[in-house]
């Protein structure tokens, strides 16, 4: 069973970038897909982008597209983040997730496994 664990939340000021990794433990994180989903206290958790197996395909929400990147080191087992121009609206609990179809499903209901999360807080 695939484990994932994200790391690289803290805290930060409005306009500040901050960088998201998600360590897979299987050698299976190179065919899946991978996505990223995030909570904000009372509110349920929604997508924020996912990536392709290969790479080579994305989906961003309409709130973060332009400001977050999704990537992916298939080598290292590893997905990332790259968050920028951060607003106090994307104050939540990250999550990675996978899948083991090509599909960038946007519901958390398709994704197999997940990790804990880690909590961004943009805050001045």
């Known amino acids: 069973q695939e484990q994932l664990a994200e790391s690289g939340g803290g805290l930060v000021q409005p306009g500040d970038s901050l960088r998201l990794s998600c360590t897979a433990s299987?050698?299976?994180?190179?065919?899946?897909?991978m996505a990223w989903f995030r909570q904000a206290p009372g509110k349920e958790r929604e997508f924020v982008a996912a990536i392709s197996w290969t790479g080579g395909t994305t989906k961003y929400s309409d709130t973060v597209r332009g400001r977050f990147i999704v990537s992916r080191d298939n080598i290292n087992n590893t997905a990332s983040l790259q968050m920028n121009s951060l607003e106090p609206e994307d104050t939540a609990l990250y999550y990675c997730a996978s899948r083991n179809f090509a599909y960038l499903s946007t519901e958390v209901s398709d994704y197999d496994y997940w990790g804990q999360g880690t909590q961004v807080t943009v805050s001045s």
């Open positions: 299987e050698r299976s994180f190179s065919t899946n897909t």
